[in-house]
């Protein structure tokens, strides 16, 4: 029997400080609600649209939540989101790298000609598909990079006592899956993001920073609008048994629960860990997970 046991305690995130990019919307907006509503400190939530930022603040109702307006390609505006938080609480115990853009489809019907291939993937722009890295994986390090005298300001500060600081990167099954779902870049940029933070788990060893990846299969948001149609997806039943096992798309308790495991003392165990929540997606495609 240990002071842990119960799983209130075990899940257990009172008293965290976290930064969640791309925390406006979405995968970041449920994980943000999933941390403020169980007693956060303080979660700051970066992006770029203020407006998309200010309402996640006005629905989730709560003071712990902080918008900053942040382009995290950008430098200087990630060190100003740094030197805010700094100047505001001055540690953090968790920084959640979400933000990420789907990128270029260039999606074929199957059965298409060659030419049609060719024709379809060669009008993508070379600055789309290298737009797609820069988001979905460069800014992910610079992010990193920016937080890490904070997170390890957070080691030292002792407030939080369930794990070590951490960087948790919202990657996705695409980094695993050989089939095209959001599209080529998309995929490889997600696998390069999920190679990132398993070499940052590695290379932060010395600083007690650990890394860990949440690898999302699919869920209604902003981002796969244009892969879901029709019925509600969440519904089960929404999908065939050989797409998605669970034969549904993701809930918000889907990505909520991974990211409390990991935030808590329950996944404080974890260093370099790529969790999957993808209803079974990647048991029914060709992947290299
Ligand atoms: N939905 C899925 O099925 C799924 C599956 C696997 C992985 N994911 C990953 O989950 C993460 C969140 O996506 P989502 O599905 O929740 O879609 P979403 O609602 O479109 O969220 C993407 C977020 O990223 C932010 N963002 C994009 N570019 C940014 C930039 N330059 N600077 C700062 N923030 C930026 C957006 O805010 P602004 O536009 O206001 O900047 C937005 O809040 C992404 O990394 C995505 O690849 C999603």
Excluded: W
Excluded at 25 to 52: E, Q
Excluded at 65 to 82: G, Y
Excluded at 148 to 175: C, M
Excluded at 191 to 211: E, F, Q
């Amino acid at each position: 029997m240990t002071a842990y046991s119960s799983a209130i305690n075990l899940f257990d995130v009172t008293g965290i400080v976290a930064v969640v990019t791309g925390g406006g919307s979405g995968l970041g907006l449920f994980m943000t609600r999933a941390l403020a509503t169980n007693g956060a400190k303080k979660v700051y939530i970066l992006g770029r649209r203020k407006h998309v930022l200010e309402q996640a603040v006005a629905e989730i109702g709560q003071d712990n939540v902080v918008p900053l307006q942040c382009d995290v390609t950008n430098q200087e505006a990630l060190k100003s989101a740094v030197a805010f938080i700094e100047e505001d609480i001055g540690y953090i115990n968790l920084l959640i790298a979400n933000s990420g853009i789907a990128g270029p489809s260039g999606s074929v019907p199957p059965g298409s000609s060659i030419t049609h291939v060719q024709e379809a993937l060669f009008e993508i722009s070379m600055q789309d598909f290298t737009n797609t890295f820069h988001v979905n994986c460069t800014a992910v390090f610079y992010t990193t990079i920016a937080f890490l005298g904070l997170l390890d300001k957070g080691n030292n500060n002792q407030s939080y006592r369930n794990g070590r600081s951490q960087v948790i990167a919202t990657s996705s099954i695409g980094s695993f899956n050989r089939r095209i779902t959001a599209g080529f870049a998309y995929g490889a940029s997600k696998a390069a993001t999920t190679m990132l933070l398993k070499v940052l788990a590695t290379y932060l060893v010395p600083y007690r920073i650990r890394a860990n990846i949440l690898c999302p299969g699919l869920f209604p948001t902003d981002l796969t609008t244009d892969l879901i149609h029709g019925k509600d997806p969440t519904e089960e039943g929404a999908f065939p048994l050989d797409q998605i096992p669970a034969e549904r798309a993701g809930t918000p308790e889907d990505i909520m629960g991974p990211l409390l495991y990991l935030a808590s003392r329950a996944g404080a165990y974890c260093n370099g860990n790529c969790v999957l929540t993808d209803g079974g997606r990647l048991s029914v495609t060709p992947a290299t997970y």
